[in-house]
């Protein structure tokens, strides 16, 4: 299993040769330009670590690293030009692992991103299974698993279920549900939601989960919560 590094950096050339770079040394790689595509990217595939331009197009680096501290402690590796000293600053003040000043080597970069690694114990994968009680689902694999079983899911499903258990205890209404998986494109009715949520819990309950529960919250929507705790 390999690392999945997040490379954002809107210098094509330079952002090229980081990610040629990290996948000559057995890392995986994936890339964004801005900082919008950037976020889509950390949501979606959730990286072991992304190295983030300070200056960046539509979101700036300092925008997208709150935006991931928000939701977890993903490593990030700021690169900063000498004129964004204080951006740097502010940046490990915001939660940034390390920073590294441009012009860099690949190698100085590399030995960093080592060191962060280390330092924050991560190991590949580990990070993208996310659990509650004996519920467990991985992100990268898209599937869910109740003490070693699949359960499986429609993609739907799926994306409820990683709403809840991204936000343990957080009641969504059905229409906050509606948005997040469909977007703007979004067509449905709210209703919608109750049949995928009974689908959920039926599944739920045969894969013999009963320390984890979708609860409704009368008037308001549902919520995922650990029973007895
Ligand atoms: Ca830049």
Redesign the pocket.
């Known amino acids: 299993m390999s690392y999945l590094l997040l490379v954002v950096?809107?210098?094509e050339q330079l952002r090229k040769m980081i990610c040629e770079h990290f996948t000559s040394e057995g890392y995986t790689t994936i890339e964004a330009g801005n900082g919008e595509q950037a976020l889509v990217l950390w949501k979606e595939q959730r990286p072991d670590l992304v190295i983030l331009?300070?200056?960046?197009p539509t979101r700036s680096g300092m925008e997208v690293l709150k935006e991931i501290r928000m939701v977890d402690n993903t490593p990030v590796i700021m690169?900063t030009?000498r004129v964004e000293e204080i951006d740097k600053l502010l940046g490990l003040e915001m939660g940034a692992d390390d920073y590294i000043t441009k012009p860099f080597s690949p190698r100085e970069l590399s030995a960093r991103v080592k060191a962060v690694m280390r330092r924050t114990n991560s190991s590949p994968n580990d990070r993208h299974v996310l659990s509650l009680g004996s519920l467990k689902v991985d992100i990268h694999r898209m599937e869910a698993y109740s003490n070693g079983h699949l359960i499986s899911l429609t993609g739907t499903e799926f994306r409820i279920l990683l709403i809840f258990i991204e936000n343990p205890g957080q009641v969504f209404s059905r229409l906050q549900i509606l948005e997040r998986i469909y977007g703007d494109i979004y067509e449905g009715y709210e209703r919608t939601i109750d049949t995928h949520i009974n689908n959920l819990r039926r599944k739920m309950e045969a894969a013999f989960i009963n320390d984890t529960v979708i609860k409704t919250v009368y008037g308001v929507g549902y919520k995922l919560v650990e029973e007895g705790k």
Not at 53 to 56: E, N, P
């Open positions: 950096e809107d210098e331009d300070v200056m960046l690169l030009a």
